[in-house]
């Protein structure tokens, strides 16, 4: 998942925020770092989620392009430096969403936002990624069942 400006990318599903940020999706099954280098190739970045509203964007965009009735994992910026410890206690437990320029910036979230599929590997010396991991609904009229995964 891309966070990108006002330019519409080709052949992806595209959503923007009234702040002016936009989100697009490409359905390529890629490694985190080429999915970050395939964002930068469009001038953006991996996303960012840092509010409960930016979620709603973003789950609705993906809920347009869900494929199936299999859980998906879509990479977003969101990464735990070497250096950096696993925190049972904080929403992203230790991770951070990195930055355009790809350092990884540490950033508040809100509790609702630490939610998890699968906790992530207790550890203090090892890079690790994660993404949005998707369910979509099962029951109709319900809405898809998401959480963060390494």
């Not at 595209?14 to 930068?40: I, K, M, P, Q």
């Not at 859980?71 to 904080?90: E, Q």
Request: hydrophobic share 40%; aromatic share 8%; proline share 7%.
């Amino acid at each position: 998942v891309c966070a990108q400006g006002w330019l519409q990318p080709p052949q992806a599903a595209l959503r923007c925020h009234s702040a002016g940020a936009c989100f697009s999706v490409h359905l390529v099954n890629r490694s985190y770092a080429e999915a970050l280098s395939a964002c930068r190739s469009r001038q953006g970045s991996l996303a960012w989620v840092s509010s409960e509203q930016e979620l709603r964007l973003l789950l609705g965009l993906l809920a347009e392009v869900a494929v199936g009735p299999e859980p998906s994992l879509f990479w977003v910026g969101l990464r735990r430096n070497a250096s950096a410890c696993t925190y049972a206690d904080r929403p992203l437990r230790g991770f951070s969403w990195e930055s355009a320029g790809g350092d990884a910036v540490p950033q508040e979230v809100p509790a609702a936002l630490g939610r998890w599929a699968k906790e992530p590997m207790i550890s203090c010396s090892t890079t690790r990624c994660a993404g949005l991991h998707l369910t979509p609904a099962v029951a109709a009229g319900g809405g898809p069942n998401w959480g963060w995964k390494e």
